[in-house]
């Protein structure tokens, strides 16, 4: 009897070795695994949020005239701009191909047939929406959009050149200036 004791004490060890083996390496594993889904979340959340992609979109309405600017990166250009009603989510506006090159780098007047290639409808509606959804559309890369209460837009005080923005009154230069471009350089 005491050969056999030695030999279950023997496949006693070798079974905790194997077991210890086995939860050790299913918690590397489950380590390995939550580090790689981390790492795959880090990357969408950053390639979503892409930081050369601007967020911000001013308006300003001048009497009829309603004007957009959207902030980009000096190399990008604008390649259509569309106009929503919020409410009913129908197109309202659509001008494609900016023909100005204040147009292409974001200064966006609506309505203006001619200040595009192409646009439809051709007119302003008689009564602006309570909220219009505007989308700038830079390429490929990216666009940005932005949906304004036209009550606040027109009881906002602008300065000539500002823009009304949901952080507040912003010029031009200023909606360019909080575009992280990385190291891009001017056409």
Not at 45 to 74: E, H, Y
Request: charged share 25%; with cysteine.
């Amino acid at each position: 009897m005491p050969a056999l004791e030695a030999t279950e004490l023997r496949q006693h060890v070798a079974r905790r070795r194997e077991h210890t083996v086995v939860v050790t390496a299913l918690a590397v594993s489950s380590v390995v695994v939550a580090l790689m889904a981390l790492g795959f979340w880090a990357f969408f959340v950053r390639t979503l949020s892409d930081p050369g992609s601007p967020g911000l979109v001013g308006m300003r309405i001048d009497g009829d005239t309603v004007t957009v600017k959207s902030a980009q990166c000096p190399q990008d250009r604008v390649r259509r701009v569309e106009v929503r009603d919020s409410g009913a989510e129908r197109l309202v506006w659509r001008g494609d191909q900016p023909l100005t090159e204040e147009g292409r780098r974001g200064l966006l007047p609506l309505w203006d047939g001619k200040a595009y290639r192409a646009s439809s409808p051709a007119g302003q509606p008689s009564e602006l929406p309570a909220t219009l959804d505007v989308t700038v559309d830079h390429g490929p890369e990216y666009g940005v959009s932005e949906v304004f209460d036209i009550a606040e837009v027109r009881g906002a005080v602008l300065p000539p050149g500002s823009y009304w923005t949901r952080e507040g009154v912003r010029t031009a230069e200023q909606l360019d200036g909080i575009v992280d471009c990385g190291n891009s350089s001017s056409p």
